[in-house]
């Protein structure tokens, strides 16, 4: 006679071995911080607040500073229209800005924040003072434009709250 395993075992074994699946760090689900390795998409880097300036009720302009030696090389490579995503070190959510003029040689980038009621990540980086870190990790490029493909772009923005 053949014994099956009871109902509540099986389900048992299943509620565990999904809950490994989704509470164990594991690499492959996040990307480490690097103090030493240049930009990249594949973990985060430091970056200091150069400015946090109101613009509006609700915008603010920030300015951050990549170290020089942190730049990779090939930084032609970005592409015209690439974003970086930043981590709320408070809550581990990451989002993603596009840098309003790209990098300089010294590492400058420059975004254009707004304050959403539930964004948590934009009301975190309203609040930050400048000196303070924040850890980014890119590029990645966000559209990829090509040089006399189109005629005509037209951006549209939809509101907040959809």
């Given at each position: ?56 009720p609700d915008t603010k302009l920030l300015r ?68 303070e870190t924040i850890e980014l990790r890119g ?24």
């Amino acid at each position: 006679m053949i014994r099956r395993p009871a109902p509540v075992l099986v389900a048992l074994g299943a509620a565990a071995g999904a809950s490994y699946y989704l509470f164990y760090p594991h690499p492959s689900r996040s990307a480490p911080s690097s103090q030493k390795a240049p930009l990249s998409p594949s973990h985060f880097t430091p970056s200091t607040v150069l400015s946090n300036e109101p613009c509006g009720p609700d915008t603010k302009l920030l300015r951050l500073a990549v170290s020089p030696n942190l730049l990779p090389h090939h930084r032609f490579s970005f592409g015209p229209v690439w974003s970086v995503f930043i981590k709320d070190d408070d809550i581990q959510v990451e989002r993603p800005y596009t840098p309003l003029e790209g990098i300089d040689d010294q590492g400058h980038m420059s975004f254009w924040i707004k304050k959403y009621p539930k964004g948590e990540v934009g009301r975190w980086l309203h609040a930050k003072s400048v000196g303070e870190t924040i850890e980014l990790r890119g590029p990645l490029t966000t559209w990829p434009w090509k040089d006399d493909t189109w005629d005509e772009v037209v951006m549209v923005r939809i509101p907040y709250p959809l």
